[in-house]
T-cell receptor, first 109, second 111 residues
Framework: EDQVTQSPEALRLQEGESSSLNCSYT??????LFWYRQDPGKGPEFLFT???AGEEKEKERLKATLTKKESFLHITAPKPEDSATYLC??????????FGPGTRLSVLP | EAQVTQNPRYLITVTGKKLTVTCSQN?????MSWYRQDPGLGLRQIYY???????DKGDVPEGYKVSRKEKRNFPLILESPSPNQTSLYFC??????????FGEGSWLTVV
């Protein structure tokens, strides 16, 4: 059965303090790994798609990387507006999308 | 503009009164899905559909029904709502191997 776990469950950072969020997955035949950002009461907003081990994607202060068993979302010099829940999801070929439980990030000024 | 549209956005209803939350997408996506989100519990999948006339149960299907008679629509039906179905509901659509897009959410309160 496809599974996704995320750690830590919650993370508090000072503004400018870089860190990484982890997404570990078990899936047969990965078709894609997806990162989303979700603000309270809003629908998840797409950030990145990664398709194969070794791939990296960047957007502003965020960088996503992928290995065969996990993905990392690196946040460089975060700002308070980066505070949100970050969700990871995987899809196997022809299968359902499976979401992890998310990491709640708080960036303090 | 690519959109996933849910209606209603906000609804207060009474226990046992059947209701339908509609979901429509204009991107010709094969995949559609319904989630509920409760405080501290993250996204939980209710039902999903890989294509027209194909639906499968997610993690929490009890008390819900869906249908996928046409590609663009995936309504969520609560035949006899109960207070434990009070939640924020999201519809999503996508293509296999590509990202899925979420609607804005529907706040449902059952009293």
């Amino acid at each position: 059965e496809d599974q996704v776990t995320q750690s830590p469950e919650a993370l508090r950072l000072q503004e400018g303090e870089s860190s990484s969020l982890n997404c570990s997955y078990t899936v047969s035949g990965l078709r894609g790994l997806f990162w989303y950002r979700q603000d309270p009461g809003k629908g998840p907003e797409f950030l990145f798609t990664l398709y194969s081990a070794g791939e990296e994607k960047e957007k502003e202060r965020l960088k996503a990387t992928l290995t065969k068993k996990e993905s990392f979302l690196h946040i460089t010099a975060p700002k308070p507006e980066d505070s949100a829940t970050y969700l990871c999801a995987v899809q196997a070929t022809g299968q359902n999308f499976v979401f992890g439980p998310g990491t709640r990030l708080s960036v303090l000024p | 503009e690519a959109q996933v549209t849910q209606n209603p956005r906000y609804l207060i209803t009474v226990t046992g009164k059947k209701l339908t939350v509609t979901c429509s997408q204009n991107m010709n996506h094969e995949y559609m899905s319904w989630y509920r989100q409760d405080p501290g519990l993250g996204l939980r999948q209710i039902y999903y559909s890989m294509n027209v006339e194909v639906t499968d149960k997610g993690d929490v299907p009890e008390g819900y029904k869906v249908s996928r008679k046409e590609k663009r629509n995936f309504p969520l039906i609560l035949e006899s709502p109960s207070p434990n179905q009070t939640s924020l509901y999201f519809c999503a659509s996508g293509q296999s191997g590509n990202t899925i897009y979420f609607g804005e959410g529907s706040w449902l309160t059952v009293v």
